[in-house]
């Protein structure tokens, strides 16, 4: 039986009664720890995968000692500018040695929660839909007055189409009623000449009489 878990930021494959190092922790030499953060735990017979840890699951140590790791020398240099530079880094480091691996609520629980979700986001939809079908029947209801709206347009247009040739009809009325009237006064002018020509004949008959006359 083994188990992949996170300490300090980094991953470890741990068995029961294994030591192992890692980054200092706060804990002091002697106590006991406990990780949580369980990525992987193989039993032999079933293999549970966290996502992304495996809920319930621990990892139970117990701190041996504190120290510091091997000296790492850290070398730079720029060729061609006469730089060089060396540092040493020795880490601090926690030994402790893995007491136990226990998985409670493995596969089992997470199947069932699995199982829970599912069943409430198939029930979630269906209800959604009842609810996205009520509108879609009140729109359908609301369409039938704008029908309605535009069979009462079309006698508007009609009324308006009336009034217009009504207007138009008008106008040529009162266009050739003008034009009429502009006709008759040169008829009476015509007629006023005439009795221009009666008076003529009227003084010219007199000087015929004056002639007899004489």
Do not use: C, W
Request: net charge positive; charged share 35%.
């Amino acid at each position: 039986m083994y188990a992949i878990v996170e300490i300090a930021g980094q991953q470890f494959k741990v068995e029961k009664d294994q030591k192992i190092f890692v980054h200092r922790l706060e804990a002091e030499e002697g106590k006991k720890v406990s990780f949580d953060k369980v990525l992987l735990i193989d039993t032999g017979s079933k293999i549970s995968v966290g996502d992304p840890v495996v809920k319930g699951a621990t990892v139970s140590a117990k701190v041996i000692s504190h120290m510091k790791g091997d000296k790492v020398l850290v070398f730079k240099k720029k060729r061609r500018k006469g730089y060089q530079k060396l540092n040493g880094h020795r880490q601090y480091l926690t030994q402790i040695q893995i007491e136990g691996i226990s998985e409670k609520g493995g596969v089992e629980k997470k199947e069932e929660t699995a199982a829970a979700p599912q069943a409430v986001s198939q029930q979630k939809p269906a209800e959604k839909a009842t609810e996205v079908k009520k509108p879609a029947a009140k729109t359908a209801a609301e369409k039938k007055p704008a029908a309605k709206t535009a069979a009462e347009k079309k006698p508007a247009a009609k009324a308006t189409a009336a009034k217009t040739t009504a207007k138009k009809t008008t106008a040529a009325k009162t266009t050739a009623a003008k034009t009429t009237a502009e006709k008759k006064p040169a008829a009476k002018t015509a007629a006023a000449k005439k009795p221009a020509a009666k008076t003529t004949g009227a003084k010219t008959a007199p000087k015929k009489d004056q002639g007899k006359n004489k």
